[in-house]
Every structure is written in structure tokens, then in C-alpha cells.
């Protein structure tokens, strides 16, 4: 059980990002996805999530319209683009697989993790 994430690093506000998260075919072809990020001293919070079609989607309100989740089935990897972006969406992202096929929003419901990848964005 492995799930390898990607694609974070150092951008200026109002730029992009797309972070990718690899996983074991055993933890993708029926479980939901997720997106969470941590900021220092704080608890990890929910960013998006993806039921295991991919056709079900749901996201933080303060990344709506900003943030796409998506499933790249073929490669078992699960995509987070990331638009528009914030200083306030400096965190380390995790991504993680869940105990259910659907979309979870609470780490409790969510089974396995991945490292964490660092989005720095600059004013």
C-alpha cells in the first residue's frame, strides 16, 4: 500500500499548481480520494475529495472555484489542480486514500496517507 505525491513547490499568487498523488491499484480502483493540507501548528484539514468513479467531486468552500480534483485512471494517480492561487494556500498538502468508495471530507475516513508535499505561495 503506497501512495506517492507530487508536484508541490514555490509559486507567485495568482499562478498554478497541479500536485499528483500515485497510487497502489490496490487502494485506487475502489476507494474515494482525497486532498488535505496542513498549516503549522494547526490540524490537517479537508481540501477536496473524489468518490471512486471520479464522477463525484466535493470541495472546501475556500478552494472552490479554484481547485479541481481528478481521477487519471490508466495511471491509478489522482490529481489536484490547483488555480488562482493564494499566499493563504501555503501549506503541506497530503494526499490520502479512503476507507470508503466515496467522497470523504474527515481524516477519520480516510485509510491510508501519503507524504506530505510543501505549496508555497508568494505575494
Known amino acids: 500500500v503506497q501512495l506517492q505525491a507530487s508536484g508541490g513547490g514555490l509559486v507567485q499568487a495568482g499562478g498554478s499548481l497541479r500536485l499528483s498523488c500515485a497510487a497502489s491499484?490496490?487502494?485506487?480502483?475502489?476507494?474515494?480520494m482525497g486532498w488535505f493540507r496542513q498549516f503549522p501548528g494547526k490540524e490537517r484539514e479537508f481540501v477536496a475529495a473524489?468518490?471512486?468513479?471520479?464522477?463525484?467531486?466535493v470541495y472546501a468552500d475556500s478552494v472552490k472555484g479554484r481547485f479541481t480534483i481528478s481521477r487519471d485512471w490508466p495511471k491509478a494517480t489522482v490529481h489536484l489542480q490547483m488555480d488562482s492561487l493564494k499566499p493563504e494556500d501555503t501549506a503541506v498538502y497530503y494526499c490520502?486514500?479512503?476507507?470508503?468508495?466515496?467522497?470523504?471530507?474527515?481524516?477519520?475516513?480516510?485509510?491510508?496517507w501519503g507524504q506530505g508535499t510543501q505549496v508555497t505561495v508568494s505575494s
Open positions: 490520502a486514500a479512503a476507507r470508503s468508495s466515496g467522497p470523504t471530507t474527515t481524516t477519520r475516513g480516510y485509510a491510508y
Open positions: 491499484n490496490g487502494i485506487f480502483s475502489n476507494n474515494g
Open positions: 473524489v468518490d471512486w468513479k471520479g464522477g463525484n467531486a
